[in-house]
C-alpha cells in the first residue's frame, strides 16, 4: 500500500460524514478528511496533513458533484468556522445528524435504541436568539465576527446568516461609536485593549433584546454616548450591558456584570411561560425547536402521572416551569448563581407556588435530595457537552424514579450516560434528535429511560 504524503494531489470519494462535519473517503485503505464536502462527491484534493493511519485533505476542485451539494448562500462560510453545512442540502444535513445520533448509540453506547426521524426546523436562517461576537481591529476599523475554525483569528460577519437581521445594525452602531472614541480592541497577546467581545440577545416572544459589551478594565468610556445611539437605532433594546473580563482566558464573560441601561435582564416567552433572562442564564438559542423539544420532555416525564420531578441542570428554570402545572413538586437544581435567581423569578412571574430551586453542583445537590427522602417519579437530566459524570448517574439511579428524560446536545456522551444507566437497570426506550442548530454541526436529543 502506498502511504500518502503531503502535498500528494489524490481523487477522493467521499462516503460519509464525520462528528465534526468533515467528509470522509479512502485512498489506498487510509481514511482521508476534507472540509466542505457532501457524501457523494468526487473530488480532486491535495494532502495537507500526512499520518501513519489517516490524512487530511483540501479540495482543490469538485470533479463529480454529490447529489445533496448545494451552492453556500454565505459570503464568508467556510472561512467562519460557526456553519459545517452550508454547503449541501438541508435534507441532506438532517439525514447525517440523525445517523449520527443512531451511530453513537450503536458505536459508543453499544446499545439498541429505537431512534426516531429527526424534527427538522421550519427555518434555517436567522433563528439562533443569541451571538457572541469577538472583535478585532483591522487597518484601523473595528470589525466584529467569528472565529476561523481551530483559531482565534476573528472573520468579519456582520450579516451572519443564523443570527435575527436586527443584530447587524446594532454592531454598525457599536464599531461608529468604538471607532469615533477610539475604544481599542483586545489583543490576547499583549493582554491590552478594551472591548473583548459583543453579546447579543433576544427573546423571539417577546422582541426584546439585550446588549451586553465584554471589556477588559473596570469601566467602559463613553458609555452614556453608546447607549444613546443604541437606542436610537432600536427601540426593542430593553437593557444594555457591560460584563467585565480581565482574565487571560478563553471564557467569554467575566463575573462582574453591570447595566448601563434598563433591568440587567430580558424577558420572553416560550411554551406559553414568561421568562427572565440574564447574561449568565442558559437559555436554548432556538426559540421555535426549543418549544417542541420541551414538548417532547415534557411528554416523556409525565406519561403515567408523574407527581414529583426533579429537573437537573435546570438553568433558568425553563424546561421544568413548563410542566410545573400538571406536577405536585418540582425540584430544579443549578450551579450558577445568577440562573438560580432567575429560575426563582421565574417562577413567581408564571404563577408557580410547587417550585424549589437549589443552587449547587448536580451530584452533590441530588445526593442532598436522596439523603432528604426525596422520590421523584422522573428527573430530568440537561448536562453540558460533556455530559454526567459516573457519581451522579449513581446517585440519580438510586432516587429511583420510574423514567429519566436525558436531553443532551453531544450524541457521544448521552450515549455513554445511557449506557452507564444501562448497568443501573434503566433501559433506553427512544431517542429523539431535534435539529436546533441547523447548518451547524450540532444536533439536540431527548431520550426517555424507565426503570427495569
Known amino acids: 500500500m502506498d502511504i500518502l504524503k503531503k502535498n500528494d494531489i489524490i481523487t477522493l470519494t467521499v462516503t460519509g460524514i464525520t462528528s465534526e462535519g468533515s467528509g470522509v473517503g479512502h485512498v489506498n485503505g487510509m481514511a482521508v478528511f476534507v472540509t466542505g464536502a457532501a457524501v457523494g462527491d468526487v473530488a480532486e484534493c491535495v494532502v495537507i496533513k500526512a499520518k501513519s493511519n489517516y490524512a487530511i485533505g483540501k479540495i482543490q476542485k469538485i470533479v463529480t458533484p454529490s447529489e445533496d451539494r448545494t451552492p453556500s448562500d454565505c459570503s464568508v462560510y467556510p472561512k467562519c468556522g460557526g456553519c459545517a453545512f452550508r454547503h449541501m442540502t438541508y435534507e441532506a444535513e438532517l439525514r447525517h445528524k440523525e445517523q449520527r445520533v443512531k451511530d453513537a448509540f450503536s458505536r459508543i453506547g453499544h446499545l439498541d435504541v429505537p431512534v426516531q426521524p429527526i424534527r427538522g426546523g421550519d427555518h434555517y436562517n436567522h433563528y439562533r436568539n443569541k451571538a457572541q461576537y469577538p472583535v478585532a481591529t483591522q487597518n484601523g476599523r473595528l470589525i466584529a465576527g467569528f472565529y476561523a475554525p481551530y483559531s482565534h483569528r476573528v472573520i468579519g460577519c456582520r450579516s451572519c446568516l443564523l443570527q435575527p437581521a436586527e443584530f447587524e445594525s446594532l454592531l454598525k452602531v457599536i464599531a461608529r461609536w468604538a471607532e469615533r472614541y477610539k475604544i481599542p480592541t483586545y489583543d490576547e497577546r499583549s493582554r491590552k485593549g478594551r472591548l473583548r467581545h459583543i453579546y447579543l440577545r433576544k427573546g423571539f416572544g417577546t422582541g426584546e433584546i439585550m446588549v451586553c459589551l465584554v471589556i477588559n478594565g473596570d469601566r467602559l468610556f463613553k458609555a452614556k454616548e453608546l447607549v444613546s445611539a443604541l437606542l436610537k437605532e432600536n427601540e426593542n433594546i430593553k437593557t444594555v450591558l457591560v460584563n467585565r473580563n480581565t482574565e487571560d482566558t478563553n471564557v467569554i464573560l ?194 426517555l429511560m424507565t426503570k427495569k
Open 254 to 447: 467575566g463575573k462582574e456584570t453591570d447595566a448601563l441601561y434598563g433591568p440587567g435582564y430580558i424577558e420572553d416567552v416560550l411554551c406559553g411561560k414568561r421568562f427572565r433572562i440574564s447574561p449568565l442564564s442558559f437559555y436554548q438559542v432556538n426559540h421555535d425547536q426549543a418549544q417542541r423539544l420541551y414538548a417532547q420532555a415534557a411528554e416523556f416525564a409525565l406519561e403515567g402521572g408523574a407527581k414529583t420531578i426533579v429537573d437537573l441542570y435546570c438553568g433558568a428554570g425553563t424546561i421544568g416551569l413548563t410542566m410545573a402545572d400538571r406536577v405536585e413538586k418540582l425540584i430544579g437544581v443549578e450551579i450558577v448563581p445568577e440562573a438560580v435567581e432567575d429560575a426563582k423569578i421565574n417562577a413567581k412571574l408564571n404563577g408557580v407556588t410547587n417550585a424549589e430551586f437549589i443552587c449547587g453542583d448536580a451530584a452533590k445537590a441530588a445526593g442532598t435530595l436522596r439523603e432528604r427522602g426525596v422520590k421523584p417519579d422522573a428527573v430530568i437530566l440537561d448536562p453540558p457537552r460533556k455530559g454526567c459524570d459516573e457519581a451522579l448517574l449513581n446517585t440519580v439511579a438510586g432516587m429511583a424514579p420510574e423514567r429519566i428524560v436525558y436531553v443532551s446536545c453531544d450524541p457521544a456522551t448521552l450515549a455513554r450516560d445511557c449506557a452507564v444507566l444501562q448497568t443501573l437497570e434503566y433501559k433506553t426506550q427512544t431517542a429523539v434528535p431535534f435539529d436546533l442548530f441547523p447548518r451547524t454541526r450540532h444536533v439536540e436529543t431527548v431520550v
